[in-house]
């Protein structure tokens, strides 16, 4: 999964959820947080499906289980 979809998709969701989102771009990675919740996401193109589920599933808490299905 392209790494710029990824992004816009908790994006989307954290808007339609009425929740802040903020991207601050670090060294090597850039770092997401969504209402009190924090991640990383490494700047490569392209992102394996596993890891890319395994990012969302980082937000569960505040997007809902199961939100990017």
């Known amino acids: 999964m392209k790494r710029q979809a ?3 998709r908790i994006k989307i969701a954290a808007r339609a959820a009425g929740l802040e989102y903020r ?4 060294t ?5 947080v969504v209402g009190s919740t924090r ?3 490494g700047r490569h ?8 589920r ?3 599933e ?4 505040e997007l809902g289980k199961g939100w990017w299905r």
Do not use: K, Y
């Not at 991207?23 to 670090?26: D, Q, S």
């Open 39 to 41: 991640s990383t996401v």
């Open 58 to 61: 980082q937000f569960e808490q």
């Open 6 to 8: 990824v992004l816009e």
């Open 23 to 26: 991207e601050v771009e670090l």
């Open 28 to 32: 090597n990675h850039t770092g997401i």
């Open 45 to 52: 193109s392209e992102i394996a499906d596993g890891t890319a």
């Open 54 to 56: 395994a990012f969302f």
